[in-house]
């Protein structure tokens, strides 16, 4: 039997939004899947600098992190792209300039500035530094690199002077709200699942994703088997094969056993 490449987003698809845990549901439902002969993997924004324990000590095969600039297979890392650390300093100050407050994604550390007046981003910061034991570090680090980042912009003038001058060099994905992750060009969680179906050998037929918001649009709709969770926005649900329950409600392992993949 061929193996079968899974694929799961995290916050929102395997991680409550309202608990901040994965069920045992889950984490059970996972480790079926893998017992069967399939391989499960993370595909996220988050990079490697902000993986818990909680999410690795799953058991994944691996992980696409940072939306496809980092692909991981049991431990060993296949592909990783950065930033160019010639272009730090010129980014850094065009985003102040443009009034856009943003947090760098590393893998290995996560960049943030001295204040945000975003309450998103001020959220996130103060989880990452006390909620969390990530690596943490400012924009003034010596040796920071960082693989993608997260915006949000002030006014729309700002964001638009930032984008034509870096459209041709990263992607923006439009996450509502205000909130935008960029990614080197070309970079998605679409292009990570490419990469390892050509690394494992894997039928399109036997790919399969599960997600609930906009960053993982494009990964639902690279699969065959495209999954939107029960909590997923309208626009993940408009256009996934399969609707699933919340993800409280035992939806990764309701979608699992509805394509027998345990």
């Known amino acids: 039997m061929n193996s079968n490449l899974i694929f799961f987003d995290i916050d929102g698809t395997i991680l409550s939004h309202r608990t901040f845990t994965i069920s045992d549901s889950t984490r059970a439902a996972i480790k079926q899947a893998?017992?069967?002969?399939n391989l499960a993997f993370l595909n996220t924004g988050r990079t490697l600098a902000e993986m818990g324990d909680d999410i690795l000590n799953v058991g994944?095969?691996?992980?696409?992190?940072?939306c496809g600039t980092c692909i991981v297979y049991r431990g060993d890392?296949?592909?990783?792209?950065?930033?160019?650390?010639?272009?730090?300093?010129?980014l850094q100050q065009d985003l102040r300039n443009c009034k856009i407050e943003a947090i760098l994604e590393g893998s290995s550390a996560i960049y943030y500035d001295k204040e945000y007046t975003n309450p998103v981003a001020r959220q996130i910061k103060y989880d990452h530094m006390n909620r969390h034991d990530f690596t943490v570090g400012t924009w003034e680090t010596p040796d920071i690199s960082f693989d993608k980042f997260c915006i949000w912009p002030s006014?729309?003038?700002?964001?638009?002077?930032?984008?034509?001058?870096y459209k041709e060099m990263f992607d923006f994905i439009d996450r509502g709200g205000n909130f935008f992750e960029v990614v080197p060009?070309?970079?998605s969680k679409a292009t990570g699942i490419a990469f390892l179906r050509k690394h494992k050998n894997i039928s399109y037929e036997n790919t399969y994703a599960l997600g609930d918001s906009s960053n993982d649009l494009p990964m639902l709709e690279y699969v065959k088997h495209s999954i939107a969770m029960g909590n997923a926005s309208e626009r993940v649900k408009s256009m996934a094969s399969f609707l699933t329950k919340d993800v409280d409600d035992?939806?990764?392992?309701?979608?699992?056993?509805?394509?027998?993949?345990i």
Request: aromatic letters at 12%.
């Open 77 to 90: 890392i296949l592909y990783h792209v950065t930033i160019s650390t010639d272009m730090i300093p010129a």
């Open 155 to 165: 006014s729309k003038d700002g964001l638009d002077a930032f984008h034509n001058k």
């Open 185 to 187: 060009r070309g970079c």
């Open 250 to 261: 035992d939806g990764v392992a309701y979608a699992l056993r509805h394509f027998r993949l």
């Open 34 to 37: 893998q017992a069967k002969g």
């Open 60 to 66: 994944f095969d691996g992980g696409v992190y940072g």
